[in-house]
């Protein structure tokens, strides 16, 4: 099971009322969106925010739900790049309430060459600001591996 401190950066995020389903927990496909605000903030904290140098898309995405989040609760989004692939990464994420395990997913992305959509390596000054960032490394595929 996944423990706070695997993550060197944690994206704080209020649940609101309209997040929730009939059944007063966090709806599921929220988490998603959750996931995503919290790599865009990861993103920024690394300096490749707002489109810069990588276009990243989304081709894989798993969620695993331990227990519900509701509306006003406080959580912490984790997020930890896993793997730095030829043309993709790996994200690992985990939403805590407290110390309480809520969610975890990982999303796998692709890098493409900006505006073709065209698979591309990350640009090496971003796998070394992940690199700097990261409590674990990220586990590396070349194209000899």
Same mark, same amino acid.
């Given at each position: 099971?996944?423990?706070? /401190?695997?993550?060197?950066?944690?994206?704080?995020?209020?649940?609101?009322?309209?997040?929730?389903?009939?059944?007063?927990?966090?709806?599921?496909?929220?988490?998603?969106?959750?996931?995503?605000?919290?790599?865009?903030?990861?993103?920024?904290?690394?300096?490749?925010?707002?489109?810069?140098? #990588?276009?990243?898309?989304i081709v894989n995405a798993r969620t695993d739900f $331990?227990?519900?989040?509701?509306?006003?609760?406080?959580? /912490?989004?984790? #997020? $930890?790049?896993? $793997?730095?692939?030829?043309?993709?990464?790996?994200?690992?994420?985990?939403?805590?309430?407290? @110390? @309480?395990?809520l969610t975890e997913g990982v999303l796998t992305y692709?890098?493409?060459?900006?505006?073709?959509?065209?698979?591309?390596?990350?640009?090496?000054?971003?796998?070394?600001?992940?690199?700097?960032?990261?409590?674990?490394?990220?586990?590396?595929?070349?194209?000899?591996?």
């Amino acid at each position: 099971m996944t423990a706070r /401190d695997q993550f060197a950066f944690f994206h704080p995020l209020r649940v609101r009322w309209a997040e929730c389903d009939p059944q007063g927990i966090v709806f599921n496909a929220n988490y998603l969106l959750y996931f995503d605000v919290a790599v865009t903030e990861y993103l920024r904290k690394i300096g490749f925010s707002g489109g810069g140098m #990588v276009e990243l898309f989304i081709v894989n995405a798993r969620t695993d739900f $331990r227990a519900p989040a509701a509306a006003d609760d406080l959580v /912490d989004i984790g #997020v $930890r790049c896993m $793997r730095i692939g030829n043309t993709s990464l790996e994200f690992a994420f985990a939403i805590f309430r407290g @110390e @309480e395990l809520l969610t975890e997913g990982v999303l796998t992305y692709v890098n493409a060459i900006k505006g073709t959509k065209t698979p591309a390596p990350p640009p090496p000054a971003f796998i070394e600001a992940i690199e700097a960032l990261e409590i674990t490394p990220p586990q590396r595929k070349t194209a000899a591996a």
